[in-house]
């Protein structure tokens, strides 16, 4: 009933930027946190960014500096900026979202992922 999905993902060269967005859709009454996360090959899921509904923020300590996570609610939208991106930020990342969904109350959604490739 409800769907994330992102985009924004590429191949970069290092030191250069890239934007990640997220777009929920559904029968959305409310969205309290939404974050990213990313996945290297053979490597754990990792908390990147965390953005609540009140506007507070936190990053990552190997992020902090580079990336921004902000969100526009009227468009149940988050987006990361990234800048300064290095090698060591390859991966798949994913945006999650807590939402409370008409009918059937609050549940937590993954989009499906979209690749970002750092080369040096």
């Known amino acids: 009933q409800v769907q994330l999905v992102e985009s924004g993902g590429g191949l970069v060269q290092a030191g250069q930027s890239l934007r990640l967005s997220c777009a929920a859709s559904?029968?959305?009454?409310?969205?309290?946190?939404m974050g990213w996360y990313r996945q290297a090959p053979g490597k754990q899921r990792e908390l990147v960014a965390v953005?609540?509904?009140?506007?507070?923020?936190m990053y990552a300590d190997s992020v902090k500096g580079r990336f921004t996570i902000s969100r526009d609610n009227a468009k149940n939208t988050v987006y990361l900026q990234m800048n300064s991106l290095k090698p060591e930020d390859t991966a798949v990342y994913y945006c999650?979202?807590?939402?409370?969904?008409?009918?059937?109350?609050?549940?937590?959604?993954w989009g499906q992922g979209t690749q970002v490739t750092v080369s040096s």
């Open positions: 559904g029968s959305i009454v409310s969205i309290n946190a």
């Open positions: 953005i609540r509904s009140g506007g507070t923020t």
């Open positions: 999650n979202a807590e939402i409370y969904v008409y009918s059937l109350g609050k549940r937590d959604y």
